[in-house]
């Protein structure tokens, strides 16, 4: 069984799904793109993007009563590779060991033209 999971602490879908979907002991949150709930807006540098991403993502999480220590896997969408390095000080800050294990990749395009995105799956 599965249940949705939403924060009001976090922007809401811009489309068909949910900003997170628990199944058993595993949270599975959207991409999230480093828009601000409050303002809707976004920031133009990849290192406040990047902490705006994992700062939604946060808050999604605490919403299912989990943090980010208990993230398992992370996928990070990037607009550009050359952005990987800035991205992962951010990152860094935010992760301790174990660390999740991560795939980054360099996308065409990002949705309201993001720099990032950043989706995980949690474990509790």
Do not use: C, H, W
């Amino acid at each position: 069984m599965k249940k949705e999971i939403n924060s009001s602490k976090a922007p809401g879908a811009i489309g068909p799904y949910s900003q997170a979907v628990m199944a058993g002991n595993l949270i599975f949150v959207s991409g999230q793109l480093p828009i601000d709930a409050v303002s809707g807006e976004m920031a133009s540098d990849i290192k406040a993007q990047t902490a705006q991403s994992i700062e939604n993502i946060k808050a999604i999480l605490a919403e299912a009563g989990a943090s980010l220590d208990n993230v398992v896997k992370s996928t990070v969408y990037l607009s550009d590779m050359s952005l990987f390095t800035a991205m992962n000080e951010v990152y860094a800050q935010y992760f301790k060991a174990v660390y999740p294990a991560r795939a980054a990749f360099a996308v065409k395009e990002l949705p309201k033209q993001a720099l990032v995105e950043i989706e995980v799956i949690a474990a509790l």
